[in-house]
């Protein structure tokens, strides 16, 4: 923490300053120069509102200089976390590919989807049985069966299952069927989901909210790790921004930049990060490209009739193209897929 | 809905549209330009993704003609909805002011903050006992010690009781101690919860997400009251952009923008939409000049010692002189307070 | 300027950094922690970029702790400035109101506008002579013509003229006509229009720019001050956001922000800020109420064959009605109009 | 263009519409449901504000049919536009690659770049004369002397030359050295240059603002064609979002939407766009992927000393494996380097 004062404060002021620092559990470190008093102060103060200090009496600015998170950051870690579940590593050299449909609508659409997605190198499948949808008059998911056939088709083509958690009650039962407990871009601040997931044992898929910062976004996965789950992935699926082409702009310089920052995998959405099919093969090249752990793809048999996000959803034929694309592409990052 | 087709789409996929609208339940209607065809398809479907028909061959554009809401609309009800809790109005014409800390964090603190906002003339005592915060290390709010403490410095000065419930399983224990239900920004698409909440009979104060859009704030309304309950009021609590000297950007224009659309009461909340005391008068005073229905305002009475959010917290005097400030302005909207 | 090194900075990168700074000019002072090294440099270097030590080795953060500006600083000058046009005071106890027209179309229009705003209390007239307009296809104004008309209009009533400057080669012109200078939002950083109108001694207008973050604005206000011309005022008129209601978002709270930064008189334009007539009333209020030095309201007296932006002019008796309840909200400031 | 009526529009207001629409020269055709009426209008009208149908009585929505712009949509030109100068395609099968320094500072340095940089295999050489800075304490940029360096430089090692033109006047000076001319994200709505440049027959290089839409960066190079000038490309160079830890946000995604909407070459410039040295390797990679037809990358031989934005200059090394990484990315796209 380093608190500048303005110019023209007065001496009691700086004290007030240094003396609440103190109390705040601060050691300081007084600096006064020609036109200002600037002090700094050292200490391992996370949970702490610099705020409380910007308001006091004589100061300019307060300037936090530790990241609020521990667990995530790369100066607590300093190698590259894989996360292994059985035979697939996430995080290691290979870039895993997570595919499936959107919601999980029949056992023949869920066993279809897995067989091509599964042949073409996907080794993840992706699926919703809970769906939180921004209209109260849209389709809901089919709950519980939607997980069983989702299992299912997993089981029979050797994959492994993410699919969403949408509530702390949720756990249980989506721990019999799941490898990977995905939660959702609204849910990313759903602190008590957050902190339950983190007493599991399995990994999650955390996904970054719509609005959050890269800083709030490892604060998320800082809730799940302090619980002792270290086995985090992060998924970056599209911000919000002032253009409304895209329905979100995907971030992918948010790839190295949380690269740098954690030791923590990242996955890239291009199906919600572009919410439109023909932006999806393009924005999972550039992902791959600009070194993201894995990509996760909506794929459906028949999009026209998919009940939810069909218009994002990959044909067959254009997953198969894609991975045919993204398999010239790896070697210049020196991975494979 | 209207379908604009591609100049150079042909009549097989002209045709294809219309039959995929008439699949949808539209009625469809056929205009043919000397360069475009337009199709314009009545009917009234809420819960439609139009990206369905804007993947389809030959479309250039889908333009959906009416709001995706109901009940919120005022084209279901064109009078202003009035909420009315004991004998308070809460969308008439008196302006109303809820006041008090972030946190309960003792009897004396919410006694002595309760009788000095009621004092000055809030009708209604704010307070939270579970607090999500952004980082795991801080505090995390007194809990049902909290509501009983709320609830009873209310009741001693003749106010309301508004706090928040952060999740379905606590909805029976704030009923035992509440007057009206705050959802937070971060679980405005909470749809389990706000389901929940439209279940019950008590009033709901919704805050707007951080990157909510009106109309996605308009949806979450839209939960609640399909499930019965009508009485919703909407909270402008500041949205996210690209400024960073204050926390949020308080979205002022959204109070006659939301009037507009919706017959729903719209509360400002200055104290969050800012995060700093000094930007809270100012910007309280311009919602009630915008229109607002009410303010929702922190106060404490030790601010630099408040264990969350105090630097955004009025001293008691502070709020007295903001009470006299705002005395002088509501006659221009016809108003009291 | 604060320095946080890495925790596992070498001691040889920790000096390679205070050489830096001190081959940069500044005195450097040193703090080793426990887990860090902090450098402090104490220094007056404007128009540095401290991305040159951020890509350093070792270097964790580089902390700025002086505003980039010097001249519109409250630090460098503690009273507000008030700007004195004839009998017209801008910054001072006075709330002054510009309106007018968006573009100046006939010598009726104009005069016809002139008479009623006067008569309402406007004390400066606006309309533009040159448009700069999205569309290569859309009416760009009358030119000099416009320029003429405008000043006549002015002086029939006792007005003051305020009107934009497109581009450096258009000063002398619009010095004739005009006693101050607009500057536009998409010019904010036209910096040779800056420096020149810095040079002339007439105020300067400066919008803000639809993306500009506030200390990108004063700093747009320092190019005009650092050739000599400090009569500079601000005019807030909407950031660009991911809302879409309102075509840009009246950041509101940008008027305390900068009045605490700034000695500089601010002026919203909620015309400009809303683009939509019904919203120009409510966010005109606000911005007075919230503090602003005046306020820039767009009147047309026929604003359906308005030549541009006729959808956010208002009518004579809705500018009547804007004056009428303004006069109510300026006590609450110790303000008069 | 398609206004959707209030269900409660009287039919005197759906006239007033219709009539107001034949003045604006539409072919009007009314569609009357059960709930609402719909009008719709044919016609070729560009240069329109759709607010003036907007604010009429009874109007409850007003919807665009057609983009604004014509000259640069794919529904005038459906293939491709390709850019020819000497032996240089922009928009063919090639990817194009332009570097250089931010700024010519001198002989030596302008002339060593522009080696390692043409072996490396970049075609275009960059570098800027005259620099617009945010600070008016920063340099400012050679002027013509650089001009001259820059040419001389290219002429060496058989490159062609992009700087930038920063004002209408530059033009006729900028000419005699320059094969194409650079426009700022500052100036993406000066239509006075654009105009002026769409007088010139050399091409265009035209960067997208930093809070433009894409719709509105199409409408800048309407402006440059509408004036005969066909020659235009396109940059994305980054848009201002909230996220702070990369000076802004690239937009990726803006490259297929281009394509998809408009037949002009886009390029991407990933260094502006992320202002970072670390991040510029990735985000090339990832534009590529993403389909760009070129990239612009700083590079400086010394960028510790580099007199502007050092920080996001490429080391030549670091160049040269970017090369090698493209080489590998570009047959994905069925493309070369």
Not at 153 to 170: I, N, P, Y
Not at 189 to 201: A, I, P, V
Request: proline share 4%; charged share 25%.
């Amino acid at each position: 923490m380093v608190v500048v004062m303005e110019s023209h404060a007065t001496e009691e002021q700086i004290q007030a300053v240094i003396e609440k620092l103190r109390e705040m559990g601060f050691s300081t470190h007084r600096s006064t120069g020609v036109t200002r008093t600037v002090i700094g102060a050292i200490g391992d103060k996370t949970g702490l509102d610099e705020r409380d200090l910007q308001v006091m009496e004589g100061v300019h600015e307060v300037v936090r200089i530790s990241e609020p998170y521990k667990l995530v950051s790369r100066t607590f870690r300093s190698e590259n976390t894989v996360i292994r579940i059985r035979d697939v590593e996430i995080g290691g050299d290979q870039v895993v590919v997570m595919a499936g449909p959107c919601s999980v609508e029949s056992r023949d659409q869920i066993v279809g989807i897995a067989e091509c997605v599964s042949k073409a190198g996907a080794r993840i499948l992706r699926g919703g049985a809970f769906k939180p949808r921004s209209s109260p008059y849209s389709f809901q998911g089919m709950g519980e069966e939607g997980l069983k056939l989702l299992r299912q088709a997993a089981d029979r083509f050797g994959m492994l299952v993410v699919t969403e958690v949408m509530d702390r009650s949720q756990i249980p039962l989506v721990t019999e069927y799941a490898d990977i407990f995905q939660t959702g871009a609204r849910n990313m601040q759903n602190f008590s989901l957050l902190r339950e997931l983190g007493k599991t044992r399995k990994p999650v898929f955390l996904k970054r909210g719509m609005a959050a910062t890269i800083e709030e976004w490892l604060m998320a996965a800082e809730y799940v790790m302090s619980e002792g789950n270290h086995q985090v992935m992060l998924c970056e699926r599209g911000i919000r921004t002032f253009e409304t082409y895209t329905r979100n702009t995907l971030d992918i310089s948010a790839i190295p930049v949380v690269h740098k920052l954690s030791h923590l995998p990242v996955i890239a959405d291009p199906s919600h990060g572009t919410g439109i099919r023909d932006k999806v093969l393009p924005m999972a090249r550039a992902a791959v490209a600009a070194g993201a752990d894995g990509v996760m793809i909506e794929v459906h048999n028949d999009p026209a009739h998919a009940l939810s996000d069909g218009a994002q959803a990959l044909f067959p034929e254009q997953f198969d193209e894609l991975m045919r694309e993204l398999r010239i592409i790896v070697p210049a990052l020196n991975r494979t897929i």
